[in-house]
């Protein structure tokens, strides 16, 4: 991570985003106290909105390199900013399972080696109906390679007048190395946004439910 790389992010962060976001929303969070002063985690929230990535950045001040599908990169301006403030390309179709998910790490144990935050929707996408999905395996492989903390977010929305109501609950902190197995870990953190999003679960993968909602139409 270069100094003029980090720079640009909290100067982005300072403005215009920050301003404009606080304008626009209110904030409401709880558990507040549980985040960590320092990076060096991984956040792992649930997804419903695609300017998620957006509101958490502006409340957590440490800087987050979030996981964002590939095709985000190829966009002509979208991709030079994504590049710009460090966000990490992931290969979410084709290529080889295994190596798309050691790259994931690589990249994650950079990161956070840096003192940054690690972000993941483990859903993959967004919900499609406010239902929370069926998380993949990344941000617990991830948390197994690299023995870092993960700390589970829900964030909800509502209005208040004209104001966008932002909820942020922090959860409990997790311990990856506590658990003896993925699936275990992996139902850990599921179990956690879901107390801290109140939202349904859902057991089928949220992409494949969005394509069967397309192709019923």
Sequence with gaps: MTEDKESFYMSVRRFPVGPIVRLLCKF????????????????????????????????IWTQIAFGAKIELFQKPVIGRIMKRIEQI??????????????ELVKEARDTMDHGRVFGLFP???????????????????????????ILPVGVTYSRAGL???????VGQPIHSAEYDSTRELTKAIREQIRECTGQALAEIDAKKYREQLRAAK
């Design 28 to 59: 409401e969070v709880v558990g507040e106290e549980r985040l960590p002063r320092d990076g060096g985690y991984i956040l792992a929230s649930n997804h419903l909105r695609w300017y998620d990535p957006i509101v958490l950045a502006v409340y």
């Design 89 to 102: 390309p992931l290969q979410r179709q084709g290529g080889n399972r295994d190596e798309v998910l050691a």
């Design 123 to 149: 859903e993959g996408t967004r919900s499609p109906d406010g239902r929370l999905y069926k998380f993949h395996p990344g941000v617990t492989k991830v948390a197994f390679e690299t023995k870092r903390l």
């Design 163 to 169: 104001k966008l109501v932002v909820r942020i609950v």
